[in-house]
């Protein structure tokens, strides 16, 4: 009787066991992987998001022209001083003219002795042709005749260009400016001598109109392929850092330039100047706007780069699983640029508070401003998504969180 009564007490106990062991099992899997976790959150909102591209560029006049000399000397006058305005045509500067109206003079007096000599020649071969009809003189006498006065014509139109050479050179003492517009650089000082021989020098650089510029701004190959005609830009210059200025693209030019390897392109940018607030060789940082939504669903795009730890609890179709290692949420799928579209994963929670589970969810985005990112297909206004994993102990971090890592309860619609 009492062997009976121990194998009965022996099956309850075991009876027991098993029971406490399927509880605790269930207790851990159902509650032990998750617990501790919480999440940050936030909710998928609408409001405007722009895709812009970044670059810098110099401030230049849409046409600069460099005035130079065309002959060596002494200057003599200046007329124009920095930020005077010219007209085209005006006198702007001068060289001291002695030299040149001295070969104007020599040129002159040698016209003058070829003209004489000319003359000459005429008479002497009129009379030859008189003498040469009554055959008093021979053929070749004749013929000297003739071509004596033949060299005599040619010199004289010799000494014709050597004048109008000497006129040419002495009217370039004369600087004129060839086109109207403000004067931005002088490179010479009253006394100076500038000398012609083996390159113009530079005395003047002219703005035709600074009312009108042009940003060259240099795009990165990698965002050059975004950028087209017509496109709205912002641009910033460190002269006034709270006011933002506005143009748009001229031209896309197809030529590279290459620095230390990195790629990059010429992308004119016109710019209105009617405040003059803007001045040439000024420093722009520019932001191309490549596209625009007036009510875009976003996120953040920290929702896309989330790193769940190894005990995170993740829904699948099949059953409850947990990511490996350090897993990132990278989404699948190629990965667009900042006008393209591609498939992501972003995790939304379930479960209840004490364990929270997450439930992936494949998403299509499409434009980003590098902080927000378009949601096309895959979520709706409202939906929570986690953009991290609160720290614990962290004050206001609990895993309902709704509120943004950038600041900001949600998105308000703009």
Not at 70 to 94: P, T
Not at 118 to 147: H, M, V
Not at 151 to 158: D, E, H, L, P, W
Not at 376 to 387: N, P
């Amino acid at each position: 009787m009492a062997e009976k009564s121990n194998g009965r007490w022996w099956k309850w106990l075991v009876i027991v066991a098993v029971i406490a062991a399927v509880a605790g099992g269930y207790f851990y899997f159902r509650h032990g992987q998750g617990e501790g976790l919480s999440y940050n959150t936030v909710t998928a909102g609408r409001g405007e998001l722009t895709a812009t591209v970044t670059a810098t560029g110099t401030l230049n006049p849409v046409v600069n022209v460099t005035v130079g000399s065309q002959v060596s000397g002494r200057i003599s006058k200046l007329n124009v001083d920095y930020n005077s305005v010219v007209v085209s045509n005006q006198v702007i500067a001068e060289i001291d003219p002695a030299t040149y109206q001295a070969a104007v003079e020599q040129a002159s007096a040698d016209l003058a002795n070829a003209k004489a000599n000319l003359e000459l020649q005429q008479a002497q071969y009129d009379r030859s042709c008189e003498l040469y009809t009554n055959k008093l003189i021979s053929g070749s006498d004749f013929d000297i005749a003739r071509a004596s006065l033949d060299s005599a014509a040619a010199t004289v139109k010799i000494k014709q260009a050597s004048l109008s050479n000497s006129r040419v050179n002495l009217n370039y003492c004369k600087i004129l400016s060839p086109v109207d517009g403000v004067v931005i650089s002088r490179a010479v000082e009253l006394g100076q001598t500038v000398a012609s021989s083996f390159s113009t020098p530079t005395i003047f650089q002219i703005a035709n109109d600074l009312t009108k510029m042009q940003i060259d701004a240099n795009v990165a190959e990698a965002d050059i392929g975004l950028v087209i005609e017509g496109q709205s830009v912002d641009f910033l210059v460190d002269a006034y850092p709270n006011r933002t200025f506005h143009g748009s693209v001229a031209q896309v030019r197809n030529s590279p330039i290459t620095v230390n390897n990195v790629v990059t392109y010429d992308t004119v940018i016109s710019v209105t100047n009617a405040d003059y607030k803007l001045k040439p060789g000024m420093t722009a940082n520019v932001s191309i706007i490549v596209a625009q939504r007036d009510d875009a669903l976003k996120i953040p795009n920290a929702a896309l780069r989330v790193r769940l730890p190894d005990n995170a609890v993740v829904l699948t179709n099949a059953a409850s699983g947990t990511l490996p290692t350090n897993g990132v949420a990278m989404g699948k799928g190629s990965r667009k640029g900042k006008g393209g579209r591609g498939i992501r994963t972003v995790y939304g929670l379930a479960g209840d508070a004490h364990a929270p589970q997450l439930k992936p969810l494949q998403i299509k985005t499409g434009i980003t401003d590098g902080l927000f990112t378009e949601v096309v297909d895959g979520l709706k206004e409202g939906d929570v998504v986690v953009t991290g994993v609160a720290q614990p102990g962290t004050p206001g971090s609990t895993s309902t969180s709704t509120s943004s890592p950038f600041g900001g309860g949600g998105f308000p619609r703009r």
